[in-house]
Structures are given as structure tokens and as C-alpha cells.
């Protein structure tokens, strides 16, 4: 998996997230979960610009680890928006699949680097 497309998909996604608070706060007035899905939605792809530039392996799975975190964060706010209809369906199946998708290659890319790790470590 390329770090170059976890790095332009978390991008892309905070954009999202972006687009998503300034009409979740000016269409449904909504100022709570928005904030908290701005900030975990785009935090993200700042961990993984982060993990890009770590000093060592252990560091950078630390730091993606964190933008795995962000992300089923994320997923949390996006479900409960849809659970109480700030978010219609149509919203929701736009940006959910993003951040599945987003977890996923976090998720791949941890487990391959540590499984990496190991097999350095045992030879």
C-alpha cells in the first residue's frame, strides 16, 4: 500500500469533513458533534503527514496508530449524526464509506509495517 495514498486520502477526507461542518453548522445549526467530528475528521490526515516524517518504525506505527484512532472516531460522530437525523442517509453513505475506507489502509498499513519489524527482528 502507498504512504503517498494514505497521504492524499486522508487529505481529501479532511476536506470533506471541512465541507461537511460548514453546512452541518450553518444548514442544521449544529455546533457540538460537528466540532468534535472537525477535529478528529481532520486530525487524521495530520498524523499520517507526521508519520510520514517519523524518526523510527516505532514511531511512525505510534503516530499512524493515533490517525487510526481519529478515524473510528470519526466513524463514531459520522453514526450518531445519522442517529439523530442531523445527517440523512444520502450524507451518511457519502462520507462513511470514506472513513471505512480510510480505517482500512491505516489498519493494513500498521500491521504490515509491525509484521515487517518482526521479521527483521528474527533474522
Request: hydrophobic share 40%; charged share 25%.
Amino acid at each position: 500500500m502507498s504512504q503517498n495514498l494514505i497521504k492524499e486520502k486522508s487529505f481529501l477526507f479532511a476536506i470533506d469533513i471541512v465541507n461537511l461542518y460548514k453546512w452541518l453548522i450553518s444548514n442544521k445549526k449544529e455546533f457540538v458533534m460537528s466540532k468534535q467530528l472537525l477535529k478528529c475528521g481532520t486530525s487524521i490526515g495530520a498524523n499520517v503527514r507526521e508519520a510520514l516524517n517519523a524518526e523510527s518504525k516505532n514511531d511512525f506505527i505510534h503516530k499512524l496508530s493515533i490517525a487510526q484512532k481519529e478515524c473510528d472516531e470519526a466513524i463514531y460522530w459520522l453514526d450518531l449524526m445519522k442517529a439523530t437525523k442531523f445527517i440523512d442517509e444520502s450524507i451518511y453513505n457519502e462520507y462513511r464509506p470514506k472513513a471505512d475506507s480510510l480505517l482500512k489502509i491505516l489498519k493494513s498499513i500498521i500491521l504490515t509495517t509491525k509484521q515487517n519489524q518482526v521479521k527483521i527482528h528474527n533474522t
